[in-house]
């Protein structure tokens, strides 16, 4: 698993509040990433990070803010969340070797926005 | 159109049949990832590949770059192959994903 947790692991919050997810790795990488997983969308990107303080936005970076002030965290932040949140968020990170990239999947957080 | 297209979308089988998934690419890529989910689990990568063919038991992974086209077959399927697969292209630092094929193999 490359030594990625996500927390909270599930979460029911009501629409208008703040929620932040966590992703912790213990390996150093220096790329992170965080996903959605809807049914019949697959895999969006939100945000990734290059490195501490080095984020871009992906495909779906609105109403997503993140931020990454070490190098084993990566917070993805819902401002105030709408139902239209309610997803599975991954995060990811990207192992270099050589010429070849690889991601590693943390095991995800089933997020509900009533 | 999807940068990343995968066919079948759902596929049911048989305990013991060749199963092929296919993908297709519109994007350049430096690799191509196939990834493995089960129902309510995580996402563990099966393969990267650049070129050529890759085997891990019972799983083979074909990529034609000209084509920009790859597949995954899973020979002698088993019920514990059921799964979402989903492929992935590497484009610059960020990956672009297929919807996934759901595949069942029943005993």
């Known amino acids: 698993d490359a030594g990625i947790t996500q927390s909270p692991r599930h979460k029911v919050t009501e629409t208008g509040t703040p929620v932040t997810l966590r992703c912790h790795q213990t390996e150093n990488h220096r790329y992170m990433y965080w996903y959605r997983q809807d049914p019949g969308h697959g895999l969006r990107l939100i945000h990734y990070?290059?490195?501490?303080?080095?984020?871009d936005k992906g495909e779906v970076s609105d109403g997503y803010s993140v931020s990454r002030s070490k190098t084993e965290d990566f917070l993805l932040t819902l401002e105030s969340a709408t139902s239209s949140q309610t997803s599975v968020y991954f995060c990811?990170?990207?192992?270099?070797?050589?010429?070849?990239?690889?991601?590693?999947f943390g095991p995800g957080t089933r997020l509900t926005v009533l | 159109k999807n940068e990343v297209e995968q066919s079948p979308q759902n596929l049911t089988a048989q305990e013991g049949e060749f199963i092929t998934i296919n993908c297709s690419y519109s994007?350049?890529?430096?690799?191509l990832h196939w990834l493995q989910q089960h129902p309510g689990g995580g996402i563990v990568s099966l393969f990267m590949?650049?070129?050529g063919k890759k085997k891990h038991g019972r799983l083979i992974a074909t990529i034609n770059i000209q084509e920009k086209h790859s597949s995954l077959h899973i020979t002698a399927s088993h019920p514990r192959d059921s799964a979402v697969y989903i492929c992935a292209v590497d484009n610059t630092d960020k990956l672009i994903f297929g919807t996934g094929t759901r595949l069942q193999v029943f005993p």
């Open positions: 590949l650049s070129s």
């Open positions: 994007v350049g890529i430096s690799a």
């Open positions: 990811a990170i990207r192992a270099s070797s050589g010429t070849y990239n690889e991601q590693f």
């Open positions: 990070s290059y490195g501490v303080k080095d984020t």
